[in-house]
Structure formats: structure tokens, C-alpha cells
């Protein structure tokens, strides 16, 4: 069954520092994987995803994510943390296996200090 | 905006009881999956129709049911409501059946609080 880690619950950044969020999958075909984002409550936005067009993904508000077969990897970062982007964060993965059913990851939790 | 809709936003319920949730997916979508989000388990697919059918299910009690209707819009039914049903029910939409490279749009989620 396919399944996504996400390693680190909580991570804390200082503001203008680099953001790096944890994604690894287990799927036995390449999946197409996402990245969304929670701020407080609210419903979950997309950020980004990979669809096998481009290994190196750009989404919204700066972020990016490289996907890595060889490391069965697809890490969430962006270069400079701003305040706003004190959230949580969710990896997840599509995978005919699965149904096609979008599974999450665990979330990180992201605390941004000034 | 998403475009998917929830409603109630909150909704307080004493145990034992049963209750309804409801969403209104984007417009043109034909999928609504129902999540549930809890501190102990996190995020929880617990099914997906698609156009009105049952297309995949996850991790859902007996005692929770859901259908899509005609105009697409879906419903989410808890009954024998319990202390550990408390959380955040999220529906999201998506077009087509849930094709390996789409995303799903969520609502703002239903909080549910059990006491």
C-alpha cells in the first residue's frame, strides 16, 4: 500500500531563513505527489504538485519541491520564511494502487520566530 | 475560495446523536471525498463518489454513511455519535474520478465537537 512520511511534526524557522519540510512515499510505480498547506482554521490549499512533467516543481508563495526517485523523496522548501507562512503542511500522494485516493502525510507544523 | 462549500461550520452534538453534513463541490466537479481530521489520526480518507456512485472507500465506521445526489452536492450522515468522533470533517472536489494528476479543492471543513 502506498504511504507518505512526513519527518518532523513541528519544525521552527526564523524568519528569512530557509524552509525545509520532509516528504518521503512508498508506491510501487511513480506516483503523482502534492503539497498543501492549513493556516488556522481553514480548509487545505494546494501549494504545488508533481505530475512527472519536471522533477523540480514551483508553486505558490515561493515554495518549490524536488522530486527524487532514487530517494523516494519529494521535499517541500522555499529560501526566505516570512511570518505568513506559519502553517501546516501536508504531503500527499495519488498512486493507481491506492484507488487513486489522495493519501496524507503525518503534517508539519510550521512556527516561523522574528 | 476554494469553491467548495460546508456547511455547518460548527457543529456541537450531544453523544448518541446523529447528524448531517453537507457539501456543495466546485462547479463542474463531478468527485467529493469526504476527510476526517483528528489530532490522534490525522488526515483520514473516508470515501469518494463520483457522479453519484461510490467510487473508493477508506477508513469509514458502519455507523457513518454519505451519498451524492443529482446536482452533485454531498452528504455526510454520523450516527451513535461518540466522544472520539470529534473532528474536523473536510469534503474536497475534484474533476473527473479522481485521474492520478488532479487535485482536490477543500471546503473550509465541518468541526464537530461531541460532548
Known amino acids: 500500500a502506498q504511504s507518505v512520511t512526513q519527518l518532523g511534526s513541528h519544525v521552527s524557522v526564523s524568519e528569512g531563513a530557509l524552509v525545509l519540510l520532509r516528504c518521503n512515499y512508498s508506491s510501487s510505480v511513480p506516483p503523482y505527489l502534492f503539497w498543501y498547506v492549513q493556516y488556522p482554521n481553514q480548509g487545505l490549499q494546494l501549494l504545488l504538485k508533481?505530475?512527472?512533467?519536471?522533477?523540480l516543481v514551483k508553486g505558490i508563495n515561493g515554495f518549490e519541491a524536488e522530486f527524487k526517485k532514487s530517494e523516494t523523496s519529494f521535499h517541500l522548501t522555499k529560501p526566505s520564511a516570512h511570518m505568513s507562512d506559519a502553517a501546516e503542511y501536508f504531503c500527499?500522494?495519488?498512486?493507481?494502487?491506492?484507488?487513486?485516493?489522495?493519501?496524507f502525510g503525518g503534517g508539519t507544523r510550521v512556527l516561523v520566530k522574528p | 475560495d476554494s469553491g467548495v462549500t460546508q456547511t455547518p461550520k460548527h457543529l456541537i452534538t450531544a453523544t448518541g446523536q446523529r447528524v448531517t453534513l453537507r457539501c456543495s463541490p466546485r462547479s463542474g466537479d463531478l468527485s467529493v471525498y469526504w476527510y476526517q481530521q483528528s489530532l490522534d489520526q490525522g488526515l483520514q480518507f473516508l470515501i469518494q463518489?463520483?457522479?453519484?456512485?461510490?467510487?473508493a472507500k477508506g477508513n469509514i465506521l458502519e455507523r457513518f454513511s454519505a451519498q451524492q445526489f443529482p446536482d452533485l452536492h454531498s452528504e455526510l450522515n454520523l450516527s451513535s455519535l461518540e466522544l472520539g468522533d470529534s473532528a474536523l470533517y473536510f469534503c474536497?472536489?475534484?474533476?473527473?474520478?479522481?485521474?492520478?494528476?488532479?487535485?482536490?479543492?477543500f471546503g473550509q471543513g465541518t468541526r464537530l465537537t461531541v460532548v
Open positions: 500527499a500522494v495519488r498512486a493507481p494502487a491506492a484507488g487513486n485516493k489522495l493519501t
Open positions: 463518489y463520483y457522479n453519484g456512485e461510490e467510487r
Open positions: 508533481y505530475t512527472s512533467a519536471a522533477t
Open positions: 474536497a472536489s475534484s474533476a473527473g474520478d479522481g485521474a492520478l494528476n488532479t487535485e482536490a479543492f
